[in-house]
Antibody, heavy 119, light 108 residues
């Protein structure tokens, strides 16, 4: 079945970097736009970034633009999120999600990985 | 900016509740790509509605979606105890996406 599994979360100091990974299985990874969505503790969902099928187009939320980079490796069926210059407000569970048909919706979602930015 | 949803709505089992999701001409009113997600505490969001009113296979027919201008709506008919959860709308916004602020549905 279609599955997404994130990894790479943890505790990191403000200003440092972290890279998240999301391994996809059960579908043709290179045929889907992919997304990162995050959820701060006790808060709502926030779309973070998307990457086109071949990585040619990428879009970011204003809150992470210039600090985060989304990428993908179709040979490994893996989506990445490189997070630099991390701030306390980046603390959240980060989900990867598959785009069903280019303009959403997001389905399925991975189980999420928690990133905590704290000194 | 996040789409606006009521903080909470409630209803008794068997009743209907409607959650609104208000955006702008740059998102909800600009595209027919509104989706809705259900999230139980500690769980992963689950897709309920896509393209304003389409239901994925496996989602009960008592969940329905609609849109008028810059406001989308999710209606839950025949409310059940297992429907108690948080609900989020989401809209395509041209070069990205925007989620709603979230609504907690309480079954009385």
């Amino acid at each position: 079945q279609v599955q997404l599994e994130e990894s790479g979360g943890g505790v990191v100091q403000p200003g440092r970097s972290l890279r998240l990974s999301c391994v996809a299985s059960g579908f043709t990874f290179s045929s889907h736009v992919m997304h990162w969505v995050r959820q701060a503790p006790g808060k709502g969902l926030e779309w973070v970034a998307l990457i086109w099928y071949d990585g040619s187009d990428k879009y970011y939320a204003d809150s992470v633009k210039g600090r985060f980079t989304i990428s993908r490796d179709s040979s490994k069926n893996t989506l990445y999120l490189q997070m630099n210059s991390l701030r306390a407000e980046d603390t959240a569970v980060y989900y990867c999600a598959r785009d069903v048909s280019d303009a959403g919706p997001f389905d399925p979602w991975g189980q999420g990985t928690l990133v905590t930015v704290s000194s | 900016s996040a789409l606006t949803q009521p903080r909470s709505v409630s209803g008794s089992p068997g009743q209907s509740v409607t959650i609104s999701c208000t955006g702008t001409s740059s998102d909800v009113d600009g595209y027919d790509f509104v989706s809705w997600y259900q999230q139980h505490p500690g769980k992963v969001p689950k897709l309920l509605i896509y393209d304003v009113s389409q239901r994925p296979s496996g989602v009960p027919a008592r969940f329905s979606g609609s849109k008028s201008g810059n406001t989308a709506s999710l209606t839950i008919s025949g409310l059940r105890t297992e429907d108690e959860a948080d609900y989020y709308c989401c809209s395509y916004a041209g070069s990205g996406y925007v989620f709603g602020t979230g609504t907690k549905v309480t079954v009385l």
